[in-house]
């Protein structure tokens, strides 16, 4: 059998699919979890199932992340159950071991789970249309609404203070005042963007701890490469990775979907004459999101909306300028400095929408 390497075959073989194991390959995306396709020989038919070993240092309680994932999953199904769907819409499906556990953990401390594999399916890195800028805006909606029917209490934080500005700065500023590394020298034009803009950090946090804007539940992480496309590439049917759906406002994940795909280039794109932001991809995703919870969305949250990207880009930038600094111990690194390249690139992003910032929140106004 072809393996990848690290693979716990024994593992795997105990999900409870009614076949054999033929052969693993890793699926290269993500920073954090490593995600694998195992091509299974079921009944003469060749299927494909994602395994995937959760990243334990990154998240620590693994028994709440896979119960969160057990209820946003079920309100899921459940808004697909009640509504008119899309041909082809669809929310993850665990498999479960052959004795019903969620996971299973392997001798080094790894925990390993499974999903049914979607076929029939694309997703993109870098937004290639105004169209596919407006269906990923609209599945995001489309989440968030049928999430507002579980109160934020019921999911459990699992990374306490995850999209939190105040408390990232706090990180950076520990980890720049021990420099255990060595490194901060090589990185005074980015230490100094970011302590420039700390207020700015803050922003929506501060929001939600004076109750100006109401906690719910949000995705955390709502990357363009995080919604399945059907084949033709034109519908959006799956939004993926909900490790970290947990409570928060709307306006991380607005900005969060901004920030990456309205700016049409890599996460690392060192290039700057490319991270502009696409105002045609920006004035589509405004839509696309506003067409499904433009009633749901309160005027305060409303008018942070222009300003969240910013926000976002800002503390994804000041993440990766702290692991940088720390020795890159959390991001999953492919080139020495490249924490360093990708923290440049988010800090550029904040630069671009600070120059269009009426412009953007005229397509949002409350
Ligand atoms: C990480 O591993 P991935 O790509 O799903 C990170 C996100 C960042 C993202 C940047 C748990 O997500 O917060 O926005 O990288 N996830 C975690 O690409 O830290
Ligand atoms: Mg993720």
Avoid at 97 to 112: C, F, N, P, V, Y
Avoid at 252 to 270: H, I, K
């Amino acid at each position: 059998m072809e393996q990848s390497k690290n693979v716990p075959i024994h593992i795997l073989t105990q999900f409870d699919i009614p076949g054999t194991l033929h052969s693993v390959e890793e699926l290269k995306r993500g920073h954090i979890n490593r995600t694998y396709i195992g091509h299974w020989d079921v009944g003469g038919v060749r299927k494909r199932y994602i395994h995937q070993s959760v990243n334990h240092r990154v998240f620590t309680d693994i028994e709440a992340l896979m119960g969160n994932l057990e209820i946003v999953t079920d309100k899921l199904r459940e808004d697909l159950q009640a509504r008119p769907v899309i041909p082809g819409e669809t929310t993850l499906t665990l498999v479960r071991t052959k004795t019903g556990a969620s996971h299973l953990r392997d001798e080094g401390g790894e925990h390993w789970r499974s999903f049914e594999y979607i076929e029939n399916t694309v997703s993109y890195d870098v937004c290639p249309s105004a169209h596919v800028a407006r269906e990923s805006a609209a599945i995001l909606g489309r989440f968030q609404r049928a999430l507002s029917k579980i109160s934020a209490s019921e999911i459990k934080d699992t990374i306490p203070y995850f999209h939190h500005g105040l408390r990232r700065y706090d990180a950076f500023d520990r980890a720049l005042k021990e420099d255990c590394k060595g490194r901060a020298r090589e990185a005074m034009a980015e230490i100094d963007f970011a302590q420039s803009r700390r207020e700015l950090g803050g922003a929506l946090i501060s929001a939600l701890e004076r109750h100006e804007i109401p906690l719910r539940v949000s995705h955390n992480d709502m990357k363009l490469n995080n919604v399945l496309f059907n084949s033709a590439g034109d519908v959006a049917i799956c939004l993926l990775d909900l490790d970290t759906a947990m409570a928060g406002t709307p306006l991380f994940d607005f900005g969060d979907l901004v920030r990456n795909t309205a700016v049409p280039c890599s996460e690392d794109e060192q290039d700057f004459s490319k991270v502009v932001v696409d105002m045609e991809l920006y004035r589509s995703i405004c839509d696309g999101y506003l067409s499904e919870v433009g009633d749901m969305l309160t005027t305060t949250e409303r008018s942070l909306l222009s300003v969240s990207p910013r926000v976002l880009a800002l503390i994804l930038g000041v993440r990766f300028l702290t692991d940088y600094l720390q020795g890159d111990t959390y991001f999953r690194i492919h080139r020495p400095r490249h924490n360093l390249e990708r923290a440049r690139t988010q800090f550029e992003i904040v630069r671009a929408m600070e120059h269009l910032g009426p412009e953007m929140a005229s397509f949002v106004a409350p």
